[in-house]
């Protein structure tokens, strides 16, 4: 048995490591491995938190007090969050986490280094959920005593207001939430800011660099409006640039803390960015999205001609612009009212309301549903309120600050940036915001009526995009199934069922040991029917657990884990169900309710198939525990290279269908592991013998009539789909964000290839 440390340094972590070092701690070890200049830094654990609530005595009477809280209460959610805030920081930090600390911080420099105390929940920096800001950070801590208390700190910020209020709000249960805490190295940057690495509403391949001088907390908290530099990834150049007015910076002060310093007449309106150093950003910014496979949000600092990468999560507020957000009404098209003030569109969207100015999170207990709220900055305990209003706006601020990011994320409009919001507007006025435009109205804009349907209304308007390559969704998490069935997706492709139950933070043994699979079959019952729900009458496939050992090793139940020195190469996927039959009987109850509820439309996928025999077996179990296999819809992953070679074999023990899981594809068939630094830039996804495999395996599925699709990260590759439908594939299916640059790929591919038959004929 060996258990998670309680201190782990970032060489040591990787991204399936969240349990243990929350979604920021993950990000830097993976950015770490992958060869981004990140500072040097160590992780005390999540398991050191819980040990320090079980030794203190405090964890029972901890939750207790949280149970049943209403967090649309604002005067009780406040109550109790310092009640329990007071009891974490009443416990003295037991001696053997403070040496174990301490000891690393020698470990960082020899006199003491100048550190970062980041606060890394294990419900963080999610691709549904960013949590941005929720937790505490604490800059410029020197010596052991301040550094025992950041991390303290840290740990009571778990159960602040704004952190219980936006757990709720998630579906996060309190219990099932710890925090990890992040001591980094502080890099005192002369320039600093926030780049995400695709346009955060529409999803553009345009890289958008915010920045200002000093450390990047004025920029993330939006105290300061800051230059805006948009890189086209296409052409490689500077396309449009922003100089703003920049009136501050926030520096280190002395040994602790932070200060706000005014900037000279020079500095304000001086750039911030070369060219040279946005490219460099940007260059940056898309090894980490190619790494990650998704958009990401970039914190970045520089000092002299050191550029340093210090977080980077997805980015969690693409959308498609057609999609309707709720409170907001369409761009008006009649003559608007006057123009009372102009920002920065942050967050896309119309809406009218009534003003209430916010100086200080007080006054938000005046804030009603549908006013719009106008203040210098937000920050994250305005949360609750922003959550009701129909509109935001603000004085400072830019497209990666604090409003335009929990904006997005609320779907609420937002002009940000206008540096006279709070001086210029009167509680109680009746104005429009503009989200895309960035522009404020006086009086309330009513959206024009819509026009009556006739015949040359419906000709002018845009027919839907239709191709025969069906292109589908991959899900992770229930609550992005709305988000997911939005964008017109023509079903799931993927849905990954071990978030599922990694989020129970139990071992599917721990709940047979316990006698309490019921609970285990209810909550997977429930997440697969929350994304069926979202898609009916479409195909959703959902993938049998595929959790490495290192992952069930963390939570309750995972004691016994074997100790594998590859986990990608071990005992998981459909090898471990056939190995662990209590553990499959449990998922297969639940498909087996599902089906029998009339979820028809419920396809199962084994993951980590090597050979036919292991698909006819775990058949065979489904059958004697009462499933109709002849009837179900039942298929594979196609992961490892013997099962792209043995496909016709597949095809006669029984499969519906098969998918490419492209990410494990190119490893397994390149020996190459794309977490190692050494070999990660040798990752190939187009390798002629990775491409070979998949063309094989297509046309060995078409001549039969199955199905074969792909749900690994080239499913949300432009050029790589255009070459899997010239090769005929039947389906594609794309991250959720993808999905409509996805469509246009395919419909593209297709008119080709019947122009080029057109010709050939002709």
Aim: net charge negative; glycine share 8%; with cysteine.
């Amino acid at each position: 048995m060996k258990e998670m440390p309680n201190i782990l340094w970032l060489e040591e972590i990787k991204k399936e490591d969240i349990p243990s070092v929350g979604g920021k701690g993950a990000s830097l070890g993976e950015m770490t491995a992958i060869g981004l200049p990140v500072p040097k830094a160590f992780v005390v654990t999540a398991q050191a938190f819980r040990k320090f609530l079980v030794e203190t005595g405090i964890e029972e009477t901890l939750f207790r007090r949280l149970a049943r809280l209403d967090v649309d209460d604002n005067g009780a959610l406040e109550s109790v969050s310092r009640d329990v805030q007071d009891l974490v920081l009443s416990v003295d930090i037991p001696d053997h986490f403070r040496e174990e600390i301490t000891d690393a911080y020698a470990r960082m420099g020899a006199n003491g280094m100048v550190v970062a105390v980041r606060s890394s929940a294990t419900a963080e920096d999610l691709p549904e959920a960013s949590f941005a800001g929720q937790q505490e950070t604490f800059l410029n801590i020197l010596g052991d005593e301040d550094l025992i208390n950041a991390v303290h700190r840290c740990w009571a910020s778990l159960y602040g207001a704004r952190a219980i209020y936006y757990r709720a709000k998630q579906g996060f249960d309190d219990r099932s939430v710890n925090i990890a805490v992040v001591v980094q190295e502080l890099i005192r940057s002369e320039k600093s800011g926030v780049m995400f690495t695709s346009h955060p509403v529409t999803g553009e391949p345009l890289t958008i660099i915010e920045g200002s001088w000093g450390l990047g907390e004025a920029v993330v908290s939006g105290s300061v409006s800051p230059d805006n530099y948009v890189f086209d990834l296409r052409t490689e150049r500077v396309v449009d640039r922003l100089i703003a007015e920049k009136e501050i910076m926030i520096v280190p002060e002395g040994e602790h803390g932070t200060t706000i310093v005014n900037l000279s007449g020079r500095e304000r309106t001086a750039p911030v960015l070369s060219d040279a150093e946005v490219a460099r950003l940007a260059t940056l910014g898309k090894i980490a999205e190619s790494h990650y496979g998704v958009p990401q949000d970039v914190e970045w600092a520089i000092v002299g001609d050191d550029v340093f990468i210090l977080q980077s999560r997805p980015i969690t507020t693409i959308r498609r612009p057609e999609i309707p957000r709720p409170g907001t009404a369409p761009a008006p098209r009649d003559k608007p009212g006057v123009v009372l003030l102009e920002g920065q569109g942050a967050s896309p969207g119309v809406a009218s309301g009534r003003v209430v100015i916010v100086r200080d999170v007080k006054d938000t207990s005046a804030v009603k549903e549908g006013d719009i709220l106008v203040t210098k900055m937000t920050n994250p305990d305005m949360v609750p309120a922003m959550r009701r209003v129909s509109a935001i706006v603000t004085d400072e601020g830019g497209m990666t600050c604090h409003a335009a990011i929990v904006s997005r994320e609320l779907g609420t409009p937002a002009v940000v940036g206008t540096k006279k919001a709070t001086k210029v507007l009167q509680d109680g006025q009746i104005i429009t915001v503009d989200g895309e435009k960035g522009t404020i109205y006086e009086g309330a804009t009513a959206a024009a009526a819509p026009a009556p349907a006739v015949a040359s209304a419906a000709a002018a308007a845009p027919a839907p995009l239709i191709t025969g390559t069906l292109v589908k969704v991959n899900v992770s998490l229930p609550e992005a199934a709305k988000r997911a069935a939005a964008t017109g997706a023509d079903g799931v492709g993927l849905l990954r069922i071990e978030h599922l139950i990694l989020g129970l933070n139990k071992t599917p043994g721990w709940y047979v040991e316990h006698n309490r699979e019921e609970e285990f079959i209810g909550e997977l019952y429930g997440g697969i029917k929350t994304v069926l729900d979202a898609f009916p009458g479409k195909p959703v496939w959902v993938r049998t657990l595929d959790a490495p050992t290192d992952e069930f090793r963390n939570m309750k139940g995972g004691e016994e884990e074997p100790i594998e020195h590859n986990p990608m190469l071990g005992w998981r996927g459909i090898r471990r169900d056939l190995r662990s039959p209590d553990q499959f009987r449990l998922q297969v109850e639940a498909f087996k309710r599902l089906w029998a509820a009339g979820y028809s439309n419920l396809g199962v996928m084994f993951p980590m198939v090597n050979h036919p025999g292991e698909f006819i077996q775990a058949r065979a179990m489904m059958k004697d525990w009462g499933v109709d296999v002849e009837n179900a819809t039942l298929g594979v992953m196609i992961e490892i290279p013997s099962s792209a070679i043995l496909v016709e074999d597949f095809i006669r023990a029984g499969i519906r269908f098969a998918s490419f899981g492209t990410n494990d594809l190119v490893q397994y068939t390149l020996a190459i592991d794309r977490n190692n630094e050494h070999v990660a830039d040798m990752y190939e996804p187009e390798h002629p013998a990775v491409l070979w495999l998949i063309d094989y395996a297509i046309k060995a599925c078409r001549e039969h009539g199955i199905e074969c699709s792909i749900c690994g990260q080239a499913g949300s590759d432009p050029a790589m789909v255009a070459w899997l439908v010239g090769h005929g594939i039947t389906s594609v299916s794309a991250n959720i964000d993808a999905v409509p640059r996805i469509r246009e790929a395919v419909a593209r591919k297709e008119r080709q290839i019947l122009l080029d038959a057109a010709r050939r004929n002709a």
